[in-house]
């Protein structure tokens, strides 16, 4: 099912995908989060999804993610964000989408706006985290840390309580980082798409505040939109019954726009 390809953007770069290829029908696009690849559950289920309701569908690893080439540490929301807009025009063209983006995939999805406004139909959220570099990470650093990122260049930060059997990632986060994702502001910028919007959070999401998911829906005056709140969800959202009710909420916004 997993079917990995390889798109060659330049002689030293390749961003590696997975797709389900329709000339013309309805694509989904999905964007992964931080430091994310697309060997997880989501990614995998919303291509099963796409495979038996015969839709077109793309999903990406930004560069220096996954397999895709690059280094982490050099990438920046600038540089993932253009991943994904040269990926959509290359692979699904001129078709019209769903976008769905998880945590910081969220913010690179609203990103794309910008180039594809009259191609994307529907939009979903999961634990959407636009902004989370200076919002959720500079304003909680030490005074240490931040002056350890500042002469250095750069930090490392551990994620995830062994307490609560969470897996402890370890994120080199750099200051060209932090100050690239303040160029990318994107919630101050009103989205007048008429889209079918939905975000998606968990009750107990302990990495990104419900209240960005609302922050999000209140960027676009004129769309169909709705907030789901999943009862004990994490961040992910990876597990079996929240999965579930991602798929129905898209089944929902396809069945509208199809």
């Known amino acids: 099912m997993k079917n990995f390809k390889y798109l060659k953007i330049s002689n030293t770069k390749k ?4 797709v389900n290829y329709f000339q013309k029908n309805l694509y989904i696009i999905f964007l992964p989060g931080f ?25 990406i690893e930004y560069s220096g993610h996954g397999k895709s080439s690059g280094n982490f540490t050099k990438g920046n929301i600038t540089k993932w964000s253009n991943d994904a ?13 769903i976008i769905i983006g998880s945590s910081m995939g969220a913010w690179i999805a609203l990103n794309q706006f910008k180039h594809f406004k009259k191609q994307i139909l529907g939009f979903i959220g999961i634990g ?11 304003k909680k650093f030490t005074k240490k840390i931040k002056k350890e990122i500042i002469n250095k260049g750069i930090t490392t930060i551990t994620h995830g309580d062994p307490k609560f059997k969470q897996k402890q990632n ?25 889209i079918i919007l939905t975000m998606i959070h968990g009750e107990k999401d302990e990495v990104v505040p419900v209240s960005f998911s ?37 089944d929902i916004i396809i069945k509208n726009v199809v």
């Open 170 to 194: 370890q994120y080199p986060i750099t200051y060209q980082l932090i100050k690239d994702g303040r160029k990318n502001k994107v919630l101050s910028r009103k989205i007048k798409s008429k």
């Open 128 to 138: 959407s985290a636009p902004e989370f570099l200076d919002r959720l990470m500079w």
């Open 85 to 97: 807009k040269n990926s959509i025009r290359k692979i699904v063209k001129k078709n019209k989408f």
């Open 35 to 59: 430091m994310s690849d697309i060997d997880g559950k989501k990614p995998q289920a919303f291509k099963r999804y796409a495979v038996k309701k015969k839709l077109g569908y793309l999903a």
């Open 15 to 18: 961003l590696r995908y997975m």
């Open 214 to 250: 609302k922050k999000v829906i209140a960027l676009f005056p004129f769309a169909t939109k709705k907030i789901v709140i999943i009862k004990n969800g994490d961040h992910s959202l990876s597990d079996t019954k929240p999965l579930k009710r991602i798929i129905k909420e898209l």
